[in-house]
């Protein structure tokens, strides 16, 4: 940022601070002209060039490092009330940020944790919540807020754990932090709060700083971005799923998916960053096919994706492949998508899984297509998944074989090796997680 300062008024009184923005940046030959530019802009401001100072000081740019604090535009729900796959739609803006992303990218969202999971906790162990201890940049912050912004409170690892046994000495937590299955059979669906509140796991911390010394750094999650720059200038969006469980008899929830479904509003600040992905990009040539595979929240970049190709006015035909449980509770961007589909610019392909006595999923919406998907293929289409990785994303590659085996008439290890050659051409793209 540079920041000039030098001069005195007539009355005296003290003279303006003139910032230019820390993007821009002054042509060598226009710096001389400074003086002129003041005393255009002042006529009461006496500037002689002797007395101007420059001071530079330099910004460091928003990354993962140092998060812009995103004012929130809105959150609203996408699924309908009483869907079992309580979906939302947030919008941030980035303006002021000099931050950008292209369609594909992921956004990195700074969570909060839960205020009142916090406050158990704290009451659980004995600590002042006002005591002050340091936070993870090395900042003092009392012991409530160090916990709600900075420490992972909820994820069980076995370095906190075996930290936390340090402290109370526990024969149970010995013996289980010596057993690999027992020790990954114990810590999914726990937290901190539960070794806080069990008789055989409690311990006794002599002070706030000595508890926060054992805790982890509260990480980043990160989401594929739901909207396209072009489409949105300034705005950035996500298409978030809400992960709410009940373990050990008590109600839990993703700490970042919770944080945006119930804590944020228009108006509040989300520290976030964009982390690019260049192993998820639309084709260069706006006329070539593609074909999306999206169920669930895996819908997000490819609404990314139409956005842009609307904005370009691109040509190239667009098949998206989306699925839910219940079509009276689960669709996802319908305002959207129903006059994309009537328009003709994009073929819709959904499989509402619970709607019928017999389970229905986007693979299987693929067999039935296949034929088609196999034209699309060999006239040059793109192919791109995004969602779960343990599941769909084997399922819909194992379909898509079978498809280029069957169409394509290919042995097994011809098709593979046709999806190989579509992925040295980045015409099979993966988003999985």
Same mark, same amino acid.
């Given at each position: *940022? %540079? ?7 007539? =009355? ?14 002054? #042509? ?35 990354? *993962? ?25 947030? &919008? ?26 916090? =406050?158990?906790?704290?009451?659980? %162990?004995?600590?002042d919540p006002a005591a002050e201890v340091p936070t993870t940049d090395g900042t003092p912050a009392p012991l409530r807020d160090a916990l709600i912004n900075c420490y992972d409170i909820t994820g069980l690892k076995k370095g906190t754990l075996t930290k936390w046994n340090a402290v109370a000495q526990s024969d149970k937590l010995a013996a289980i932090l010596?057993?690999? &299955? ?46 396209? #720059? ?29 944080? *945006?479904?119930?804590r944020i509003q228009a108006g509040d600040k989300v520290k976030v960053f964009v982390h690019c992905n260049k192993n998820f990009r639309l084709p260069e040539d706006g006329s070539t096919p593609i074909i999306m595979v999206g169920p669930g929240t895996g819908i997000a970049p490819f609404r990314a994706f139409w956005q842009q190709r609307i904005a370009d ?21 319908? =305002?959207?998508?129903?006059? %994309? ?46 969602? =779960?990785?343990?599941? *769909? ?13 069957? !169409? ?24 999985? !997680?």
């Amino acid at each position: *940022m %540079l920041l000039l300062c030098g001069g005195f008024f007539k =009355d005296s009184t003290p003279p303006p601070l003139a910032f230019i923005p820390p993007h821009y940046q002054i #042509p060598p030959t226009q710096k001389r002209l400074l003086p002129r530019f003041f005393s255009d802009s002042f006529p009461d401001l006496h500037l002689p060039p002797i007395t101007l100072q420059l001071k530079y000081t330099t910004m460091e740019p928003y990354s *993962m490092k140092n998060p812009f604090p995103a004012t929130v535009l809105g959150v609203r729900p996408v699924t309908k009330p009483g869907s079992a796959k309580e979906t939302i739609h947030v &919008d941030y803006s980035l303006e002021g940020s000099g931050l950008s992303y292209t369609t594909g990218d992921a956004l990195g969202v700074i969570p909060r944790n839960d205020p009142a999971l916090v =406050d158990q906790l704290i009451e659980a %162990l004995g600590l002042d919540p006002a005591a002050e201890v340091p936070t993870t940049d090395g900042t003092p912050a009392p012991l409530r807020d160090a916990l709600i912004n900075c420490y992972d409170i909820t994820g069980l690892k076995k370095g906190t754990l075996t930290k936390w046994n340090a402290v109370a000495q526990s024969d149970k937590l010995a013996a289980i932090l010596e057993n690999k &299955d027992e020790l990954k059979n114990f810590v999914w669906g726990r937290d901190l709060l539960d070794l806080a509140t069990c008789p055989d796991c409690k311990a006794c911390f002599p002070d706030a700083a000595a508890f926060v010394a054992i805790l982890p750094k509260l990480t980043p999650r990160l989401y594929s971005i739901a909207s396209s #720059p072009d489409a949105v200038p300034g705005q950035v969006s996500l298409c978030v799923g809400a992960v709410r469980y009940t373990s050990h008899d008590r109600q839990r929830g993703g700490v970042c998916s919770t944080f *945006m479904a119930d804590r944020i509003q228009a108006g509040d600040k989300v520290k976030v960053f964009v982390h690019c992905n260049k192993n998820f990009r639309l084709p260069e040539d706006g006329s070539t096919p593609i074909i999306m595979v999206g169920p669930g929240t895996g819908i997000a970049p490819f609404r990314a994706f139409w956005q842009q190709r609307i904005a370009d006015n691109a040509s190239g035909p667009m098949w998206l492949f989306f699925g839910n449980p219940y079509k009276a509770t689960d669709s996802c961007y319908e =305002d959207e998508l129903a006059p %994309l589909v009537e328009s003709g610019k994009l073929k819709l392909s959904v499989a509402w899984s619970r709607d019928q006595a017999y389970k229905i999923y986007v693979q299987n919406l693929m067999e039935q297509a296949g034929e088609e998907i196999w034209q699309w293929l060999e006239n040059g289409a793109a192919f791109y998944m995004c969602g =779960d990785a343990n599941r *769909m994303a084997k399922d819909v590659e194992k379909e898509l074989l079978a498809i280029i085996s069957k !169409y394509g008439n290919r042995s097994e290890e011809e098709a593979a090796a046709y999806l190989a050659d579509m992925k040295a051409a980045k015409r099979y793209q993966k988003d999985v !997680y």
